[in-house]
């Protein structure tokens, strides 16, 4: 967790609230107004009013877009000509195609090739000439650079610009329309273009508005680079970024961001990987909304207990775009962490009714089998045993660990699979 001072000064590094409102009008042209949901689950869990700005539903399926076109738009005659390039693995590739057929600009996206297949069609159904090239997204920037430098093509950053951040801020505003009395707003961080211009258009206009608001940004713990850099004064870059969050996976915070985060943002905090899955299953079962692990981040610092209520607050579902696949393993790995799905292997005598006994047991117990592997070929076995792999759906905690003591109490030694 990192806590900032000086949040109420105005955020001198980043875009004026005259220049925010003249990129809203520019934005209007493609971004849509996005829902703002409440939420009852979240504002138990929370202690006061939650309401989650579902930005998952926004054309191209995340906020990108708003910083995207603005940028595009302040291209000269001549940078259109040139085209644009621009590296992504995923949404700012998606932002960027969208922005670049709609005023007419020729596009090339540069994308790692372990892509999801999904992000990558949608970036070549806008008109975006994509390559694929490295298996992370460092080589792509790499190769975005280069293809600028050898073509001309004008490179669009995903965060570390002007123009971007004050697309971004567009969002602000549209937030203050739709929760005037909003307390505190947590926003999603990767490079920081969001967080940099939602928080440069809340404060000014708080400020306008003679009050203050609170504003927290939230990283993965796996792929925190702003606590260090704000702890050292400056931008640091780290090792590891290793997150199912790749939308927020960036290594090294944006000079600019930087600037307007340490001014204008209150505090910075982390979350686990279990976080986020049980963020993005409470999303999908409770507000019926579908979101990417980096969108959910806000919401699972609610869960995690990392937000203090002071009013009205506002998490920002910053995407929606999420590969089926990945989803699939999210929703089971959000479950184990809920303890909700429980994995255990049992060795068994191998003689007959020890399955059936098995099976009895978990019925009184109220626990739904879902998957069993029963086999006498395991490496470690003796001849008169057998492995017995069973996977249940239980109720939370308490069900779990009723259903772990009924097999003990019966003379069995399960063990949990915590993987």
Known sequence: MATLTGTTRTPFAGPTLDEIEAARVIVSRVAEVTPMETSRYLAEVLGSAVHLKCENLQRTGSYKIRGAYNRLVQLSDDERARGVVAASAGNHAQGVAFAARELGIAATIFMPRGVAIPKLEATRAYGADVVLRGDTV???????????????????????????VTGQATLGLEILDQVPD???VIVPIGGGGLISGVASALKQRAAKDGREIRVIGVQAANAAAYPPSLAAGRPTEIASVSTIADGIAVSKPGILNFEIIREAVDEVVTVSEDDIARAMLVLLERAKLVVEPAGAVSVAAILAGKISPTGPTVAILSGGNIDPLLMQRVIGHGLAASDRYLKLTIMLPDRPGQLARIAELLAEANANVVEVLHTRHGHDLQLSQVELDVSVETRGTEHRQLVIEALRSA????????E
């Not at 790499?142 to 430098?149: D, H, I, L, V």
């Open 138 to 164: 460092d080589e792509p920037l790499r190769a975005a650079a280069e293809f600028a430098s050898e073509t001309g093509a004008v490179l669009i950053p995903p965060f570390d610009h002007k123009d971007v």
């Open 182 to 184: 909003a307390a505190t």
């Open 411 to 418: 003379g069995y030694d399960p063990v949990v699979d915590y």
